[in-house]
C-alpha cells in the first residue's frame, strides 16, 4: 500500500513526545491485553484496576503503567 496524504495525515505522530508513544485511544485497545504484566500497584495508579488494599509502605510510584511503555 502507497502512502497517501490521507494516510500520512492518519497515521501522523508529530504530536508526541516520541514516535513509539501511545495515545490514549491506542492504550485503551493494549491495556486489557498487558494488564496482568504489569505490577499490581502500576495497574493500580494507571486505572487499570480498582485500588486495592496497599501490601507494603512507601512512596507510590511517580508514574503509571503508561509511562513505562513511552519511556
Known sequence: MAWTEITR?????????YA????????????????????EHTRAHANLMPPAAPKRRGRPPKHGAIDHLNG
Request: charged share 35%; aromatic share 6%.
Open 9 to 17: 495525515a492518519q497515521y501522523r505522530r508529530d504530536d508526541l513526545e
Open 20 to 39: 513509539s508513544d501511545l495515545r490514549d485511544a491506542e492504550w485503551a485497545l493494549i491495556a486489557p491485553l498487558i494488564a496482568d504484566l504489569i505490577p
